[in-house]
């Protein structure tokens, strides 16, 4: 349980399990332990570093760097001092990276040793670029983390945190255009705190163990640390995501909660360790970020044998939306669902006037409530867009059954109309993925003469097998209908995905629709 009344905001979290029962671990990261004590009096520290420096409430602070247990003193130091953590993607090239500090425009970037050169890089054209900050490791063109803290103390700050400060301000994956600043509140996150405890998925007991695999840059990698350090998990954080190496550790550190995306269940269960011995400790795996194939979660379910949660939600909605409880996986026919709104969240099926449809009808899946972000940084037409008339505008396709429960069909953009029959790209994916010689696919509408666009399956094979093109063809047929079966197959060594693990279909689609007026965003 999270006391509410303990952690007000999450700057609170390190302070209140400290005064709890400070020796326990907080986060463990490789060999190195750190303790909710530590964690506490390391916060405070970045947090009297920044006011030293000069920062006021609303400041940013960048950070570009791989899982790192640095990052957690960071964040929360940069809370309690009232300044907004932007942490940057740093799968991103540099040119991409020097644009979001352009646009966020922080004082200071912590750089993990990793990135060193690609933050010079990034920071060479920048008209003010930020303080650059050794998170970790050594180079002569950054301040040593140690130096840039000197003598700073670990008391807390007088003033506390308020709710309508800005905390975190995530970017987007930039997949239909340049990346926009998600700002999200002191608010949204106490209406995140308020819900995950009644949320399966994110209600963690004492002294259970959390594995952290998602990155920190995401909303699915921030949420689930929150949740677990607020109601005092133990946190494993991975560096680096390889199947093997994540199934060894939880049964290492007997892990007992997961939050993975589809495409990394998916390798984990092409390793032989997914099936060796069990994991006894186990009791959830969250999944979300992406869509699922049916297959692939059935197979899941057998290889770890504990509860599994769906979420959907999106970074503007502090990643809040929906969630498919373990019972309801069992429930005939709602397996391809993503549930129910959490609690306090409201959600809806919108057609292309904003008005609300009504059960099984097809339209824009909305979003509303206290966990719907500020807006888009500096962008307020984006912002007006997306949140006009109230609600929160996700983007994806969707609808709702006579029971509640609500379904994703797929992004807007990515919906293919073949022959005035819309077809949805991952409803055809999760038909195919069951097929033998198949480990992935992406399904893209590409030009058609006569039906104006054609379904076409792009399918990366399983290790060893050559399957043939008629028979994934056969298989899709006898499980959906005609219309929406591949009208071509063609195989390929792997799908481009970006860090969250959606498969990043433009850029499948690009090279068939070049010269062509259809958008490919």
């Keep these: 349980m999270i006391d509410l009344d303990a952690i007000r905001t999450l700057a609170d979290i390190p302070a209140?399990?400290?005064?709890?029962?400070?020796?326990?671990?907080?986060?463990?990261?490789?060999?190195?332990?750190?303790?909710?004590?530590?964690?506490?009096?390391?916060?405070?520290?970045?947090?009297?570093?920044?006011?030293?420096?000069?920062?006021r409430p609303g400041d940013r602070v960048s950070a570009l760097t791989k899982n790192h247990d640095s990052w957690y003193p960071l964040f929360f130091g940069t809370a309690r001092a009232r300044a907004c953590f932007a942490p940057i993607n740093c799968r991103l090239a540099p040119a991409e990276i020097g644009f979001i500090l352009g646009d966020a425009a922080p004082r200071l970037l912590f750089v993990g040793e990793d990135f060193f050169d690609c933050a010079l890089a990034a920071v060479a054209d920048l008209p003010a670029p930020p303080l650059l900050i050794a998170l970790y490791g050594e180079h002569p063109a950054f301040l040593p983390l140690e130096t840039w803290l000197g003598g700073a103390g670990d008391a807390p700050l007088a003033d506390a945190p308020e709710l309508a400060d800005d905390v975190l301000q995530l970017y987007t994956s930039g997949?239909?255009?340049?990346?926009?600043?998600?700002?999200?509140?002191?608010?949204n996150y106490r209406a995140f705190l308020e819900a995950a405890t009644e949320?399966?998925?994110?209600?963690?007991?004492?002294?259970?163990?959390?594995?952290?695999?998602?990155?920190?840059?995401?909303?699915?990698?921030?949420?689930?640390?929150?949740?677990?350090?607020?109601?005092?998990?133990?946190?494993?954080?991975?560096?680096?995501?390889?199947?093997?190496?994540?199934?060894?550790?939880m049964r290492r550190e007997r892990v007992a909660h997961a939050f993975l995306a589809p495409a990394m269940i998916q390798m984990m269960l092409l390793d032989p360790g997914a099936v060796e011995g069990g994991f006894p400790e186990l009791r959830s795996i969250a999944y979300g970020a992406s869509p699922i194939a049916e297959d692939v979660l059935r197979r899941a379910r057998q290889a770890f044998g504990c509860d599994f949660v769906q979420f959907y939600g999106m970074t503007e909605s502090a990643g809040g939306g929906s969630y498919l409880a373990p019972a309801a996986h069992d429930l005939p026919g709602k397996l391809t669902s993503c549930g129910k709104p959490w609690p306090g969240i409201e959600m809806a099926i919108l057609d292309g006037d904003g008005r609300a449809l009504g059960v099984g009808e097809i339209g824009e899946i909305a979003i509303r409530g206290a966990i719907v972000m500020k807006e888009y940084w500096d962008r307020a037409a984006a912002t007006e867009e997306t949140l006009a008339g109230g609600w929160l505008h996700t983007g994806d396709v969707g609808c709702r059954d006579a029971d509640g429960f609500y379904y994703v069909h797929d992004r807007i953009k990515d919906m293919i109309v073949s022959g005035g029959e819309n077809v949805y790209p991952a409803e055809v994916e999760s038909a195919i993925m069951g097929c033998p010689g198949v480990a992935d696919v992406a399904v893209i509408g590409v030009p058609?003469?006569?039906?104006?666009?054609?379904?076409?399956?792009?399918?990366?094979?399983?290790?060893?097998?050559?399957?043939?093109?008629?028979?994934?063809?056969?298989?899709?047929?006898?499980?959906?209908?005609?219309?929406?079966?591949?009208?071509?197959?063609?195989?390929?060594?792997?799908?481009?995905?970006?860090?969250?693990?959606?498969?990043?279909?433009?850029?499948?689609r690009a090279p068939f629709w070049e010269g062509r007026d259809r958008a490919v965003g």
Excluded: C
């Excluded at 990366?460 to 056969?474: E, F, K, L, N, S």
């Design 16 to 55: 209140a399990w400290a005064r709890r029962r400070g020796d326990a671990v907080a986060v463990k990261f490789e060999d190195r332990e750190t303790s909710f004590s530590e964690l506490d009096a390391r916060a405070n520290r970045v947090a009297h570093a920044l006011r030293v420096t000069g920062f």
């Design 175 to 187: 997949t239909t255009g340049l990346p926009k600043g998600v700002v999200l509140t002191n608010r």
């Design 199 to 249: 949320v399966d998925g994110f209600a963690y007991g004492e002294d259970e163990t959390v594995m952290i695999v998602m990155p920190l840059f995401h909303v699915a990698g921030t949420n689930v640390s929150f949740s677990g350090l607020a109601q005092g998990g133990r946190l494993v954080l991975v560096k680096d995501f390889a199947a093997a190496d994540a199934l060894h550790m």
């Design 448 to 508: 058609d003469d006569k039906w104006g666009e054609a379904v076409k399956a792009l399918i990366v094979p399983a290790a060893g097998a050559q399957p043939d093109p008629a028979d994934i063809v056969a298989w899709a047929r006898e499980r959906i209908a005609a219309y929406k079966v591949p009208k071509s197959v063609e195989f390929i060594d792997a799908l481009p995905r970006n860090p969250s693990g959606k498969v990043l279909r433009r850029e499948l």
